[in-house]
C-alpha cells in the first residue's frame, strides 16, 4: 500500500529507428529494456524483429496483435524463459543476455508469471500451487499459510484450498494461476492471454485484481487481443505485435484512441 | 521460535517439498531392478570376499609346511630309514615340529582308492613324515632339506605344501578377482539403471520441473527432489536385495560345514567382510543418489 502507481509511459522506437546508433535515452524508472531484439527459433526466419522497447516501472502494459504476431515469444524473453538471438534485454537494470545461468533464477522470482495455459501442478493441492513460489523462494513454513490463506480470500477460492486443479473451473483455475503469480510480491507481473478461457464477467473480475496489483506497484504486462479488455484499463498504455515486429510502441494505438492531449 | 517449532517447521517444509513430486514410492520397475542387482551383487561380493578369505587361511596354513616321503619297497628299511629321517628332522634347526604319519593312518587315506589291498603290506607304500618349519623364507629351507636328505638316502623327498595346492589357491584366487569384477560391473549396471531412471522421471516430472525453474528454482532444488526420490527407491531395492542375499549366504555357510571338508569350510566370512557386504546396500543409496543429481542437474543445464 502506499504507492501510487504514476501514468506509465512506454518508450520505444519505430521499426524503422531500430538499430540505430542514436537509440533514445532511457528513464531511470526503466524495469524493462529491449533494444534491438531479434529471436529466431533454430534455422527458421526470425519470430521476433528489431523489437527495441522500455517499461516503466510501476506500469500497466498490454502487448497485442494477431495469433502468431509473437506475443508469447515476447513475454517468455521478458519472463527469461528464452535468451533472445540478438539484441540486448535489461530487466531491474541488468543485461540479462549475458547474464550467467546461475543468476537468472534471482531474476524469475522478481517476476510473475501467469500462463495462457496456467501450467498448475496437477498433483498439488490448490494451496500449495499458490505456495509454490514462496516455498522455492525458501520462505519457513510458518510464515506461508497467512499469504496464502488471504490470497485464497482475494481470488474468491477461500474454501477451494484442499482441492485438486483438476476439479475446478477454467475460471477458478485461471484465479490460481493468478495468485501463484501474484503472492511473492513480483515487481514484474507477466500475463499470457489471462482471459482466453474465462466469460466476460471473470475477464472484467481479473483484471481488477491486476489493476489493484498495479496500484500496489508491481508493473504489469498482459499480451491479450481482446481489444474491449484493453480499455477498461484507463492507465494501460498499448504495444502492438506485428509479424514479430513492433509496431507504433508510442501508444497512440489505444483502443479506443485515446483523446488528443490526454495524458 | 522455540527449537521445537523450528524443527516442526522444518518437517513441514521437507514434507511440502517432498509433495512437489507424485507419492508412491515403491513405483515403476527400478527399486525391483536395484534389488535384484544388489542381490546378486552381495553374493558376488560374498563368494569374492570368502574365497579371498579361504586362500589366505589356505596360505597361512601351507606356508612352512612340507611332506618327507621315504620311498622304499623294503618295509624293514623304509621304517629304519624313517626312523633316521625323523631323527635328523628333529635336530635340525628350522623344524619346528616333526610328525610321521602312523602307517594305519595313512593306509586309511589310500583305501578309498586301492581297497583292502592298500592295507595287506603287499603295496609298497611310502612312509609320510609331516614337518612345520620355522616362520619365512619356506623355499630356501625346504631346498636345504632337501640337500640335507639326500646326503641321508636318495629315497628320501621332500615336497612343501604349498606347491601342490599352489593351483588350487591360484584357481580360488581367480575367481575371487572375477567375483571383484562382478561387482564392479554390478555396481556400474545399477548407476546405469539410476541415470534412465532419473532420465524418465525428470521427462514424466517436465511440466513441473518447468514451473518451478521459471519460478526461480535452482539447479540443486529441483534436484534434490529427484534424489531423495530415487534415495529411497534405491534403499528399499538394496535392503529388500541385501536381506535375501544374507538368508542365502547363511544357508549355504551351513551347507558348506554340513560337507565337513576342510576345503570347503575354510570358505568363511570374518566380521570385517561382514562389515563390508553391510555397506553395499549403503554404496547403492549413495551411488543411485549421486547418479540421479548428475543426470537431473544435467538435463536442467540444457535448460535457459
Known amino acids: ?132 513460489p514462496l516455498r522455492v523462494a525458501g520462505m519457513e513454513e510458518a510464515e506461508i499459510d497467512a499469504p496464502v490463506s488471504e490470497m485464497l480470500n482475494w481470488v474468491g477460492l477461500g474454501d ?31 500475463a499470457d492471454e489471462p482471459t482466453g478461457n474465462v466469460d466476460a464477467d471473470m475477464a472484467r473480475r481479473l483484471l481488477t485484481l491486476f489493476e489493484a496489483l498495479n496500484r500496489l506497484g508491481t508493473t504489469i504486462v498482459v499480451a491479450t ?12 498504455q498499448m504495444m502492438k505485435l506485428d509479424k514479430g515486429r513492433l509496431s507504433d510502441p508510442t501508444g497512440s494505438l489505444r483502443y479506443p484512441p485515446r483523446p488528443p492531449g490526454a495524458g | 521460535m522455540s527449537p521445537f517449532d523450528r524443527a516442526a517447521d522444518r518437517r513441514a517444509a521437507a514434507a511440502a517439498r517432498h509433495r512437489l513430486l507424485p507419492e508412491g514410492r515403491v513405483a515403476g520397475p527400478m527399486p525391483w531392478i536395484i534389488a535384484i542387482m544388489m542381490f546378486l551383487t552381495v553374493l558376488s561380493a560374498a563368494a569374492g570376499l570368502g574365497l579371498g578369505a579361504a586362500v589366505q587361511a589356505m596360505g597361512a596354513d601351507l606356508a612352512g609346511r612340507a611332506t618327507v616321503q621315504i620311498v622304499e619297497a623294503n618295509a624293514d628299511q623304509r621304517d629304519r630309514l624313517s626312523a633316521s629321517v625323523a631323527q635328523a628332522l628333529r635336530t635340525t634347526a628350522y623344524v619346528r615340529a616333526v610328525h610321521p604319519v602312523a602307517p594305519a593312518a595313512l593306509a586309511d587315506q589310500i583305501r578309498p582308492w586301492l581297497g583292502q589291498d592298500a592295507v595287506s603290506g603287499d603295496l609298497p607304500i611310502p612312509a609320510l613324515i609331516d614337518i612345520e ?106 535392503a529388500l536385495g541385501f536381506t535375501v542375499a544374507l538368508l542365502v549366504i547363511v544357508l549355504l555357510g551351513a551347507r558348506l560345514l554340513a560337507t565337513g571338508s576342510e576345503l570347503l569350510t575354510a570358505i568363511h566370512l570374518p566380521w570385517t567382510d561382514w562389515a563390508i557386504l553391510a555397506a553395499l546396500p549403503v554404496g547403492c543409496v549413495l551411488l543411485a543418489t549421486l547418479a540421479a543429481r548428475w543426470t537431473v542437474l544435467r538435463s536442467l543445464g540444457r535448460l535457459l
Open chain 1, 225 to 236: 487481443h481482446d481489444l474491449p479488455l484493453i480499455a477498461q484499463v484507463g492507465s494501460a
Open chain 2, 133 to 238: 618349519l620355522t616362520p619365512g623364507e619356506t623355499g630356501a629351507k625346504v631346498d636345504r632339506l632337501r640337500h640335507q636328505l639326500r646326503a641321508v638316502s636318495p629315497k628320501v623327498r621332500i615336497e612343501p605344501h604349498a606347491a601342490f595346492l599352489a593351483p588350487l589357491a591360484g584357481l580360488l584366487s581367480t575367481l575371487g578377482w572375477l567375483a571383484a569384477g562382478i561387482v564392479l560391473l554390478m555396481s556400474l549396471a545399477t548407476g546405469a539403471v539410476v541415470v534412465l531412471a532419473a532420465r524418465a522421471a525428470h521427462d514424466s516430472h517436465r511440466g513441473t520441473i518447468d514451473v518451478l525453474h521459471l519460478m526461480g528454482a535452482t539447479d540443486v532444488q529441483i534436484a534434490r527432489l529427484f534424489q531423495r526420490r530415487i534415495g529411497l527407491d534405491a534403499l528399499f531395492g538394496g
Open chain 1, 160 to 190: 477451494r484450498g484442499q482441492a485438486r486443479p483438476a476439479t475446478l473451473s477454467g475460471g477458478e483455475q485461471q484465479r490460481v494461476a493468478i495468485a501463484r503469480a501474484v503472492i511473492g510480491r513480483p515487481e514484474i507481473l507477466v
Open chain 1, 1 to 132: 500500500m502506499g504507492f501510487t502507481a504514476a501514468r506509465p509511459l512506454c518508450h520505444g522506437r519505430q521499426v524503422g529507428e531500430a538499430g540505430s546508433a542514436k537509440a533514445p535515452k532511457t528513464r531511470m524508472s526503466a524495469i524493462v529494456q529491449f533494444e534491438n531484439v531479434g529471436l529466431r527459433y533454430g534455422l527458421d526466419s526470425e519470430t521476433l524483429s528489431d523489437v527495441s522497447f522500455s517499461l516503466a516501472s510501476g506500469g500497466f502494459y498490454f502487448l497485442t496483435g494477431a495469433s502468431g504476431a509473437g506475443k508469447t515469444s515476447l513475454l517468455k524473453l521478458l519472463y527469461l524463459a528464452q535468451r533472445p538471438s540478438r539484441g540486448v534485454i535489461r530487466l531491474f537494470g541488468e543485461d540479462v543476455v549475458t547474464l550467467p545461468r546461475k543468476r537468472l533464477p534471482g531474476f524469475r522470482r522478481r517476476i510473475g508469471v501467469v500462463f495462457q495455459d496456467f501450467r498448475l501442478v496437477p498433483h498439488l493441492s490448490v494451496y500449495d500451487n499458490i505456495a509454490l
